[in-house]
T-cell receptor, first 111, second 114 residues
Framework: SQTIHQWPATLVQPVGSPLSLECTVEGTSNPNLYWYRQAAGRGLQLLFYSVGIGQISSEVPQNLSASRPQDRQFILSSKKLLLSDSGFYLC??????????FGQGTRLTVV | DQQVKQNSPSLSVQEGRISILNCDYTNSMFDYFLWYKKYPAEGPTFLISISSIKDKNEDGRFTVFLNKSAKHLSLHIVPSQPGDSAVYFCAASGYGGSQGNLIFGKGTKLSVKP
């Protein structure tokens, strides 16, 4: 069966520090991979999606970037965090169109 | 521009009664709709879906209704149970390219009181 791992679960980082969140999927090949952010009152906002290795599409301009160095690995990064980057970050994968499976999420607090 | 709207941020229902969560969408290219349930500090889990060729899909206590002409869908939970208390997200996707990505509403927090 397919599983998705996302870590860390919680993270407190100072403003201006770098960020790296990692997500890996097991039990499937060539999945579509997504990074979402849930900010207070904003619902689930799609940040990045990837249909293959090295292929990244950004949905909103922001202080973050994403990379997909391997088929089942998706990384969310920032060189310098802002206070506004705080939120709950979720990685997801799909194979069948539309049906997405989510990781447990990372609670990021920028202080 | 919000393509998927859940206009009620919260809903409180008595145990055993019906919960009705509503969702509206604006993009006529959407043809697949899903409901997700989310507990605090966890990822959303898939609940039920419906494609645009149907107007109703039922799974146990959960039923989703789709009104394409009104661009409106709703999730009915009958009977509601305290364990149903969570945030419910409506999501939609279209066909082809980035339209296949899931677009979520802001969520409705359901509280089922014993």
């Amino acid at each position: 069966s397919q599983t998705i791992h996302q870590w860390p679960a919680t993270l407190v980082q100072p403003v201006g520090s770098p960020l790296s969140l990692e997500c890996t999927v097991e039990g499937t090949s060539n999945p579509n991979l997504y990074w979402y952010r849930q900010a207070a009152g904003r619902g689930l906002q799609l940040l990045f999606y990837s249909v293959g290795i090295g292929q990244i599409s950004s949905e909103v301009p922001q202080n973050l970037s994403a990379s997909r160095p391997q088929d089942r690995q998706f990384i969310l990064s920032s060189k310098k965090l802002l206070l506004s980057d705080s939120g709950f970050y979720l990685c997801a994968w799909t194979q069948t169109r539309g049906l997405a499976f989510f990781g447990q999420g990372t609670r990021l607090t920028v202080v | 521009d919000q393509q998927v709207k859940q206009n009620s941020p919260s809903l409180s229902v008595q145990e055993g009664r019906i919960s009705i969560l509503n969702c509206d969408y604006t993009n006529s290219m959407f043809d697949y709709f899903l409901w997700y349930k989310k507990y605090p500090a966890e990822g959303p889990t898939f609940l039920i879906s419906i494609s645009s060729i149907k107007d109703k899909n039922e799974d146990g206590r959960f039923t989703v209704f789709l009104n394409k002409s009104a661009k409106h869908l709703s999730l009915h939970i009958v009977p509601s149970q305290p364990g149903d208390s969570a945030v419910y997200f409506c999501a939609a996707s279209g066909y082809g390219g980035s339209q296949g990505n899931l677009i979520f509403g802001k969520g409705t927090k359901l509280s089922v009181k014993p």
